[in-house]
C-alpha cells in the first residue's frame, strides 16, 4: 500500500495515485544545496548546505529522508539539540521557529554497498552511482524531496583516487586536485535550477 498524502509504497508495493485537487505548495523553497561527499562503500559521509527560504508562515519545515543515518543538523551554523526536530518515519520535522531565510546543513551517513534498492547513492560492480528520481534523494539526504523545489546545485566528490579514479557529477567542472594519502576531489556546479 501506499500512503495516501505522498504516493509511496508501502511493504506490499500497490502503487496509489496522488490527486491534483490535494496538491499543496510547499511552506519552503530550497534556492541553493551545496553537496559534499567523502565516499566510502560503507560508509559515505553526505554534507548537505540548503538555502532555505520561508514560502508561507505557520508551518513548520519538514523534510524527507530514508535509509540513512542523521549525523548534525544545523540552522544557521548552530547545532540543533535533539529538542529542536523530530525523526518519524521518513519525515524530519524541525519543530522550532525558523528565520524567513537561514543555511541548514545537515549531515548524515549512507551506505552505498548495502543499497540494494537502487535509488540514492548506491555501489554498482565497485561503482559509486546515484538515482534520485522520483523520490531518491531523499536517501542521500534530508530534502524536499518533490518535483516543485528547485534549486541549483554545487558537488563536491572526495574519494581514494585508486577505487575512485573518475569523480563526476551534473553541471560544469569548476576545481579539482589532490587530497592527503591518495584521495582526490573535484567540484561540479550546475547553474540552472532543477528539481533534485
Not at 549531515?107 to 548506491?122: C, D, Q, R, S
Not at 554545487?154 to 589532490?178: F, K, Q, T, W
Amino acid at each position: 500500500m501506499a500512503d495516501a498524502t505522498t504516493g509511496r509504497q508501502t511493504a506490499d508495493m500497490t502503487p496509489t495515485a496522488i490527486q491534483r485537487v490535494d496538491y499543496q505548495p510547499p511552506a519552503y523553497d530550497i534556492e541553493t544545496v551545496d553537496l559534499k561527499f567523502r565516499l566510502a562503500p560503507n560508509a559515505t559521509h553526505v554534507e548537505a548546505r540548503l538555502a532555505v527560504r520561508r514560502v508561507r508562515a505557520g508551518q513548520p519545515l519538514e523534510l524527507d529522508g530514508a535509509a540513512m543515518t542523521l549525523l548534525s543538523l544545523a540552522v544557521d551554523g548552530q547545532v540543533l539539540p535533539d529538542s529542536g526536530y523530530v525523526v518519524d518515519g521518513e519525515k524530519l520535522t524541525i519543530t522550532g521557529e525558523l528565520p524567513d531565510h537561514f543555511t541548514l546543513t545537515i549531515e548524515t551517513e549512507v551506505n552505498p554497498v548495502g543499497n540494494t534498492a537502487l535509488e540514492g547513492l548506491y555501489q554498482s560492480r565497485g561503482l559509486y552511482c546515484t538515482q534520485c528520481e522520483a523520490q531518491g534523494f531523499r536517501k542521500i539526504t534530508y530534502f524536499i524531496d518533490r518535483p516543485d523545489v528547485m534549486a541549483t546545485y554545487r558537488v563536491r566528490i572526495e574519494g581514494e583516487r585508486a577505487s575512485c579514479p573518475v569523480l563526476l557529477s551534473n553541471g560544469n567542472l569548476v576545481d579539482s586536485g589532490d587530497l592527503e594519502n591518495g584521495w582526490h576531489y573535484a567540484v561540479w556546479e550546475d547553474p540552472f535550477p532543477k528539481p533534485c
